[in-house]
C-alpha cells in the first residue's frame, strides 16, 4: 500500500548505492498490492538502478513467510501511518530487528528494548541509517526482538491481558449494580 512509503525506501536504496556501490545488500519486497501500483514501484527501481537488488515474491505464508523473515538481517517498515504493526511484530518474533518510521505505533517500544531501530522518514535520512546498518544486526539486538515478541506481544501475554481488562470491566458494571 502506498502508505508504507516504498518509494522512500527504494529512494533511500538508490543512494545508498550511490555512497556505498560495492554494498551487498538485498531487498525482498512481499505481499500482494494493487497491481498498477506494483508496476509503479517495478518501474521506480529500474529507473533508480537498483532493479537487480530487488525480488518479488508477491504474497507469502505459512513456513515460507517465517523462513523468509528469520533469514533477513532487517525488517524495513517506513510507513506514513501504521497504528500497530503487525508484520514488524512477527519479524521480531522471528529474530529479525525492525528499522521502523516513527509513524509506526510500536517503533517507540522496539527501539527502547534495543530490539530495533526508528528510521527518518525521508530518503536521505534513511539513506544514512542503512548506510550505519550495513551489518547484519547483532545477536544481542537479535534475541532482544525475540525476547520482547516472547513479553509483550505473544499469545499467552495478550491473553492474559485480555482476561485482566475484561475483568476490571465485570468488576465495574457488578459494583454499579
Known amino acids: ?15 545508498l548505492q550511490q555512497r556505498l556501490p560495492q554494498a551487498a545488500w538485498r531487498l525482498t519486497i512481499a505481499g500482494n ?24 515474491p508477491g504474497f507469502v505464508e505459512g513456513n515460507a513467510k517465517w523462513d523468509m523473515l528469520r533469514s533477513a538481517d532487517w525488517f524495513v517498515l517506513p510507513s506514513a501511518s501504521e497504528n500497530f504493526g ?13 528499522i521502523l518510521s516513527r509513524q509506526v505505533a510500536v517503533a517507540e517500544d522496539i527501539a527502547a528494548a534495543g530490539a530495533g531501530v526508528i528510521a527518518p ?21 537479535r534475541c532482544a526482538a525475540r525476547a520482547l515478541a516472547e513479553q509483550q506481544y505473544s499469545w499467552t501475554v495478550i491473553g492474559a491481558r485480555l482476561r485482566q481488562g475484561y475483568a476490571a ?5 457488578l459494583s454499579c449494580l
Open 1 to 15: 500500500h502506498p502508505k508504507k512509503q516504498l518509494n522512500v525506501l527504494l529512494e533511500a536504496l538508490a543512494l
Open 86 to 98: 503487525i508484520a514488524a511484530i512477527e519479524a521480531l518474533a522471528a529474530g529479525t530487528p525492525p
Open 121 to 141: 522518514s525521508d530518503p536521505h535520512g534513511l539513506a544514512s541509517l542503512l548506510c550505519r546498518v550495513l551489518e547484519p544486526p547483532t545477536p544481542a539486538m
Open 169 to 173: 470491566i465485570l468488576d465495574r458494571k
Open 33 to 56: 498490492a494493487d497491481p498498477s501500483y506494483l508496476r509503479s514501484l517495478q518501474a521506480l527501481t529500474r529507473h533508480l538502478h537498483i532493479d537487480h537488488r530487488c525480488s518479488w
